[in-house]
T-cell receptor, first 112, second 112 residues
Framework: KQEVTQIPAALSVPEGENLVLNCSFT??????LQWFRQDPGKGLTSLLLIQSSQREQTSGRLNASLDKSSGRSTLYIAASQPGDSATYLCAVSRGSNYKLTFGKGTLLTVNP | DTGVSQDPRHKITKRGQNVTFRCDPISEHNRLYWYRQTLGQGPEFLTYFQNEAQLEKSRLLSDRFSAERPKGSFSTLEIQRTEQGDSAMYLC??????????FGEGSRLTVL
């Protein structure tokens, strides 16, 4: 059974810092990995999707990497802003049915 | 707004009552998913449709839960004889086959 772990569970940083969120998964036979953002009481917003054949994806200040063989992914956020404060969730899918297995998330707080 | 929409956003009900949630996916998306999220946890897969066919159901989906997607458009998730353990956020997502998942804002259920 696939298990997804996210470390740290919570992170508080001052504005402007670069930071890294970690995600690990137990079964490397994944189809893709997706990073999401969730604001309190809201749904999920997709940030980056990495196919299993890819090593990284970038969108603006966000960069996600994938090391499928070691079962790890990182989300790098450059020059953090208070508006980045949210819970960040990592999810992996196995096969093309896109049934995602999620981690519990990292609660990020960026202090002005 | 052309995103995934869910209704109602919040439902409060008494134990034993039936509730129904509706999801309208992005119009061209042929896949539709239901997930459940409890406080402090990542979303858990419940079921998914490709067009009108329900292709997979999680063991989490007990006999009291039923989902439909008539004509491959909107979907409904009904919970019969609600229990306090059903209190959660019910999230709907849609995608193209092999595409990125887009989530709605969720429907929060509180069972008293």
């Amino acid at each position: 059974k696939q298990e997804v772990t996210q470390i740290p569970a919570a992170l508080s940083v001052p504005e402007g810092e670069n930071l890294v969120l970690n995600c690990s998964f137990t079964d490397s036979a994944i189809y893709n990995l997706q990073w999401f953002r969730q604001d309190p009481g809201k749904g999920l917003t997709s940030l980056l999707l990495i196919q299993s054949s890819q090593r990284e994806q970038t969108s603006g200040r966000l960069n996600a990497s994938l090391d499928k063989s070691s079962g790890r992914s990182t989300l790098y956020i450059a020059a953090s802003q208070p508006g980045d404060s949210a819970t960040y969730l990592c999810a992996v899918s196995r096969g093309s049915n896109y049934k995602l297995t999620f981690g519990k998330g990292t609660l990020l707080t960026v202090n002005p | 707004d052309t995103g995934v929409s869910q209704d109602p956003r919040h439902k409060i009900t008494k134990r034993g009552q039936n509730v129904t949630f509706r999801c309208d996916p992005i119009s061209e998306h042929n896949r539709l998913y239901w997930y459940r999220q409890t406080l402090g946890q990542g979303p858990e897969f419940l079921t998914y449709f490709q067009n009108e066919a329900q292709l997979e159901k999680s063991r989490l989906l007990s006999d009291r839960f039923s989902a439909e997607r008539p004509k491959g458009s909107f979907s409904t998730l009904e919970i019969q004889r609600t229990e306090q353990g059903d209190s959660a956020m019910y999230l709907c997502a849609s995608s193209l086959v092999y595409g990125e998942l887009f989530f709605g804002e969720g429907s929060r259920l509180t069972v008293l």
